[in-house]
């Protein structure tokens, strides 16, 4: 079974407003890995924040770790309509040793209306 | 762009039937990931290779098996194949094992069982 819950499922909002997305997770990790999926597509990684980070940052993108809570958010800035896909948040956890196992959850798909 | 190419994109196989799907990683890639994809579901992780030898599997039944080859091409094979069996199967490459290193992945290839 996938370790990775992600909230909402579905998000529709307007250009230019933010989005929100949240995951939760069960297990210790070495880091939290957020991926985008455009329909029919392969993932594109787009930020990893190790275990020992609380918050990062990468153009329109600010992703946090709350260990203790585990569970982690990705917000996206003044969103545009080609920011329109999956989003899936995938753990590397500390169980896994280098066996590479990456655990995602079920994703959320954001719709940005032009 | 991730350099990671898969073959094919679409494949039609009949339940029983045997299939073998292809991966071109990056070059420098030691370590490449397989995963499938059910629609409307997370990636679930196959299995990992590194330098030609399967180093972690995820709970798969051993009619899913897979090669690595030195130039950095590898292969997923699925033997007496179910309907169950359809789903988007992606590759995924990156340079070692190190836990802190995102995956590149492919587009996949889409599989329907009938």
């Known amino acids: 079974s996938q370790q990775g819950e992600e909230d909402p499922q579905a998000l529709s909002i307007q250009e230019g407003e933010n989005a929100t997305m949240n995951c939760s997770y069960k297990?210790?990790?070495?880091?939290l890995q957020w991926y985008r999926q455009n329909s029919g597509r392969g993932l594109v990684h787009l930020i990893l924040?190790?275990?020992?980070?609380r918050e990062k940052h990468s153009g329109r993108l600010r992703v946090t770790l709350d260990t203790s809570k585990k569970s982690s958010s990705l917000l996206i800035t003044a969103s545009r309509a080609a920011d329109t896909a999956s989003y899936f948040c995938?753990?590397?956890?500390?169980?896994?040793?280098?066996?590479?196992?990456?655990?995602f959850g079920q994703g959320t798909t954001l719709q940005v209306k032009p | 762009e991730t350099g990671v190419t898969q073959s094919p994109t679409h494949l039609i196989k009949t339940r029983g039937q045997q299939v073998t799907l292809r991966c071109s990683s990056q070059?420098?890639?030691?370590?490449v990931s397989w995963y499938q994809q059910a629609l409307g579901q997370g990636p679930q992780f196959i299995f990992q290779?590194?330098?030609?030898?399967?180093?972690g599997r995820g709970n798969f039944p051993p009619r899913f098996s897979g090669l690595q080859f030195p130039n950095y091409s590898s292969e997923l094979n699925v033997n007496a194949l179910e309907l169950d069996d359809s789903a988007l199967y992606l590759c995924?490459?990156?340079?070692?094992?190190?836990?802190?290193?995102?995956?590149?992945f492919g587009n996949g290839t889409r599989l329907t069982v009938t």
């Open positions: 995924a490459s990156r340079p070692d094992l190190g836990p802190n290193s995102p995956l590149h």
């Open positions: 297990t210790s990790i070495n880091n």
């Open positions: 924040i190790r275990s020992n980070e």
């Open positions: 995938a753990t590397d956890w500390r169980g896994s040793g280098n066996t590479g196992k990456l655990i």
């Open positions: 070059s420098g890639h030691n370590t």
């Open positions: 290779y590194y330098r030609e030898e399967e180093n």
